[in-house]
């Protein structure tokens, strides 16, 4: 069945970078987008960016520009989200989604990551 | 890009409707049919239920309906049950090719 499998939980320290790893199955890899939202403790969800595994072009949202990369690996069918220069405040649950072209449909999510940034 | 407008909570007794809103401007809600709706219970990932404004994924309970006029979208869950008891975020596409959430509307089965 169509599913996303994310990486494991992560503890790092300010300044640190963290990479979250989010693999597809069950579809083809090419055909959704994958997006990236978080979701900070007793807080709401937030967009972070979009990636599109077929050409691996991205949009980020504004507040991440500079900090945030995405990249994939076709051989694996795995999407990559690197996030950099971390600060507490990004004390989140991170999940991957697939998703449609119309951006704002996402049917299918990973089961989070959970990144800590403490010192 | 500011977040879509909801109401903290609101709350119904089994078998009665309860009526979400969301609020965005005409550079989101208002100008994309491209309006979605996420339940997410505690600890869990958030599942997609209405998407395209109006449209229900498979599996999903018509007792799920969505709708929009100008810049606000809403979300109906009719003959409440319990384990509709979640918390639910709206969701448009917006200019520019980027995306925004609503804060969130905590449903409570009384």
């Known amino acids: 069945q169509v599913q996303l499998g994310q990486s494991g939980a992560e503890v790092k320290k300010p300044g640190a970078s963290v990479k979250v790893s989010c693999k597809a199955s069950?579809?083809?890899?090419?055909?959704?987008?994958i997006q990236w939202v978080r979701q900070a403790p007793g807080q709401g969800l937030e967009w972070m960016g979009m990636f599109n595994p077929s050409g691996g072009s991205t949009n980020y949202a504004q507040k991440f520009q500079g900090r945030l990369t995405m990249t994939r690996d076709t051989s694996t069918t795995t999407v990559y989200m690197e996030l950099s220069s971390l600060r507490s405040e990004d004390t989140a649950v991170y999940y991957c989604?697939?998703?449609?072209?119309?951006?704002?449909?996402?049917?299918?999510w990973g089961q989070g990551t959970t990144v800590t940034v403490s010192s | 890009q500011s977040a879509l407008t909801q109401p903290p909570s609101a709350s119904g007794s089994p078998g009665q409707s309860v009526t979400i809103s969301c609020t965005g401007t005409?550079?989101?809600?208002?100008?994309?049919?491209?309006v979605s709706w996420y339940q997410q219970h505690p600890g869990k990932a958030p599942k997609l239920m209405i998407y395209e404004v109006s449209r229900r994924p498979s599996g999903v309970p018509d007792r799920f309906s969505g709708s929009k006029s100008g810049n606000t979208a809403s979300l109906t869950v009719s003959g409440l049950q319990a384990e509709d008891e979640a918390d639910y975020y709206c969701c448009s596409y917006a200019s520019s090719n980027n995306v925004v959430f609503g804060g969130g509307t905590k449903v409570t089965v009384l």
């Open positions: 069950g579809y083809t890899f090419t055909s959704y987008y």
């Open positions: 005409s550079s989101d809600v208002g100008g994309y049919n491209y």
């Open positions: 989604a697939r998703g449609r072209s119309t951006w704002s449909t996402m049917d299918v």
